[in-house]
């Protein structure tokens, strides 16, 4: 048997820009699965929520956050109540348009148009998707404890573990494309992923949610960043499929 030492060459080539190319293939993929599943549970706790089925749970973990001798105090000495005041400040609605529009300000100055309205476009509908939410089950707040933090709207689904989700995983899909690090980008969608679970906790402890709003805020906000993720890969997709085509 011979072999062919530059035909042994350009196969293992071959193999190795295959692996280095698996991400674009699978990403989409996880994706979709993401939203698909994101979807899946939101709709399974709001059908839940409907029918009073999740109650028990909720009140048992809200009541979790409590201290068992006084259910008016929060577990903790007093200065977790003021840095969970201080976590929860991360999901609001004036710092993340703070964060946005900062982050709008470099994509524009640096001529990035396509990502600047990407990410307008992402935060600014699940924005409102979060407020035509709430005004669609107008579930009432806890009203167990005091509640910690001045609070104007419906309960269901948590707004804050909603806009959250979509804006710092948004955020984190375009530091993501500016690094091929496996490592950096997971770090990346780590800290996008910290940060909304914290702020989604903070809404618990402070008395203005039940449980439940907050995992199906988490299970929608991933949802609508994924599919907003998807329909620009999708559009990046067409154009150059059509740039390939102008350039035959």
């Known amino acids: 048997m011979r072999f062919d030492t ?14 280095k190319r698996w991400p674009e293939a699978v990403l989409p993929a996880m994706v979709i699965g993401i939203m698909g599943l994101g979807l899946f549970a939101f709709l399974s ?3 839940e929520m409907g029918e009073g089925e999740v109650r028990a749970w909720d009140e048992w ?34 710092l993340i348009i703070l964060t946005l529009a900062a982050v709008l300000g470099l994509l524009l100055v640096t001529r990035r148009y396509g990502p600047a309205l990407y990410a307008f476009l992402s935060v600014g509908s699940g ?4 407020s035509l939410s709430k005004q669609f089950y107008d579930r009432p707040r806890p009203d167990l404890v005091p509640q910690l933090d001045i609070v104007h709207t419906a309960s269901f689904p948590s707004g804050h573990a909603l806009v959250t989700t979509v804006a710092y995983l948004t955020l984190a899909a375009l530091v993501i494309r500016f690094f091929d690090d496996l490592r950096v980008r997971l770090y990346v969608a780590g800290v996008a ?21 907050v995992a199906a805020g988490w299970a ?3 949802a609508w960043a994924s599919l907003a993720w998807l329909v620009v890969a999708a559009l990046q997709f067409l154009r150059r499929r059509r740039t390939a085509r102008s350039e035959e």
Do not use: C, Q
């Open 127 to 130: 924005a409102l998707v979060s």
């Open 193 to 213: 992923v910290f940060v909304s679970l914290i702020v989604g906790i903070s809404r618990v402890y402070l008395g203005v949610h039940w449980p439940s709003d």
């Open 61 to 94: 973990l809200f009541l979790a956050f409590r201290n068992p001798a006084d259910p008016d105090d929060p577990l903790g000495p007093p200065w977790l109540e003021e840095a969970a005041l201080e976590v929860t400040a991360l999901g609001g609605y004036t």
């Open 6 to 19: 530059g035909e042994m060459i350009g196969t293992a080539t071959t193999v190795v820009k295959d692996m």
């Open 220 to 222: 929608l906000g991933a």
């Open 45 to 47: 706790i709001a059908d």
